[in-house]
């Protein structure tokens, strides 16, 4: 039973427009939602993350938007750069952050 | 200090073999995680340690796996007996104790090849 879910294994936009990456989660135990960004052969990095007590959260190009009632987040970057191109992973814990649960992740590629 | 830091970061060993894997946690970090990344998977939790105790442990985690964290500071993970299905990257992670949410950092990663 998938926990994290994100239901676009790929997404391909243009250089210089919105990429909007999407999750879903079904535990409703979860109050703290992470994305993280992962190149080959790299760990994971640590992109932006969203307390359950927030709708929004913005770091730069990097927006994380929080819609508790439906159990669904987004992830908008804007504007996309070719630099961005790489897997985005969801994660989601809770409250005592003992264990990160990741969706299957989201390959972004974005075009010059 | 850099990070997160694993070794090695490649293994290529038989089946039937047993394999180590070190994991050194940002300082001062007392939280340490252990995960496996199979190719198009997030990575799947196997572990957590609180300083020197192991808090947490997946299924996934059968009795051919340990983790250790001796002394609180870094981490070893070992697979005995290995099996193919044993190959994916092992990725460990750490984070403060506080605020109690809050991201963790991961190293590069242990690529294991079980032929």
């Known amino acids: 039973d998938q926990q994290v879910k994100q239901n676009s294994p790929s997404l391909s936009v243009q250089e210089g427009r919105i990429s909007i990456l999407n999750c879903d989660y079904t535990?409703?135990?979860?109050?703290?939602f992470l994305w993280y960004k992962k190149y080959p052969a790299e760990g994971p990095t640590f992109l932006i993350s969203i307390s359950s007590i927030k709708d929004k959260n913005e770091d730069g190009r990097f927006t994380v938007f929080l819609n508790k009632s439906a159990k669904h987040l987004s992830l908008h970057i804007v504007p996309s750069q070719p630099g961005d191109s790489a897997v985005y992973f969801c994660?989601?814990?809770?409250?005592?952050?003992?264990?990160?649960?990741f969706g299957p992740g989201t390959r972004l590629s974005v075009l010059p | 200090d850099t990070g997160v830091s694993q070794d090695p970061r490649h293994k290529i060993t038989k089946r039937g073999q047993n394999v180590t894997f070190r994991c050194d946690p940002i300082s001062e970090h007392n939280r340490l995680y252990w995960y496996r990344q199979t190719l198009g998977q997030g990575p799947e939790f196997l572990t957590y340690f609180q300083n020197e105790a192991q808090l947490e442990k997946s299924r996934l985690l059968s009795d051919r796996f340990s983790a250790e964290r001796p002394k609180g500071s870094f981490s070893t993970l070992e697979i005995q007996r290995t099996e193919q299905g044993d190959s994916a990257m092992y990725l460990c992670?750490?984070?403060?104790?506080?605020?109690?949410?809050?991201?963790?950092?991961f190293g590069q990663g242990t690529r294991l090849t079980v032929v």
């Open positions: 535990n409703s135990m979860f109050d703290y």
């Open positions: 994660a989601a814990t809770d409250n005592y952050g003992q264990n990160f649960v």
């Open positions: 992670a750490s984070s403060p104790g506080q605020p109690m949410n809050t991201e963790a950092f």
